[in-house]
C-alpha cells in the first residue's frame, strides 16, 4: 500500500504563489512519474504537469513559465510552485504518483485565486 499526503492548497490573491507538497510513503522499491492534476468546478480533471523518474517534465499549456514540479526521491515528493497565479487556476489539486506501475491518487487539496 501507498498513501500520499498532500499540504499547501489555500486562498491566495491573483498574481501570487504557493507550494504544494504530495508525500508518498509505503511499500514500494520506486516511483516512475509523479504528476500533479487539476479539477475546477464544473470542468474534468486535467493533467497540470509531471515529472518522470528521469527528471523529464511536462506541462499543460496554460501553466507554463507560471508552474514548477519538481521532485525529491529521498524524500518520495512531489512539488508544485505555483507562481503568477489567476483566477482561472482555482481547483482542487490532487498528485497522482506511479510506483512501479501502480498509481495511487492523494486526497486533493483546494487552491483557491481570488481578490
Known amino acids: 500500500q501507498v498513501q500520499l499526503v498532500e499540504s499547501g492548497g489555500g486562498l491566495v490573491q491573483p498574481g501570487g504563489s504557493l507550494r504544494l507538497s504530495c508525500a508518498a510513503s509505503?511499500?514500494?522499491?520506486?516511483?516512475?512519474?509523479m504528476n500533479w492534476y487539476r479539477r475546477a468546478p464544473g470542468k474534468q480533471r486535467e493533467l497540470v504537469a509531471r515529472v518522470t523518474s528521469g527528471g523529464s517534465k511536462h506541462y499543460t499549456d496554460s501553466v507554463k513559465g507560471r508552474f514548477t514540479i519538481s521532485r525529491d526521491n529521498a524524500k518520495n515528493t512531489v512539488y508544485l510552485q505555483m507562481n503568477s497565479l489567476k483566477p482561472e487556476d482555482t481547483a482542487v489539486y490532487y498528485c497522482?504518483?506511479?510506483?512501479?506501475?501502480?498509481?495511487?491518487w492523494g486526497q486533493g487539496t483546494q487552491v483557491t485565486v481570488s481578490s
Open positions: 497522482k504518483v506511479v510506483p512501479q506501475g501502480l498509481p495511487y
Open positions: 509505503g511499500s514500494f522499491f520506486s516511483i516512475d512519474d
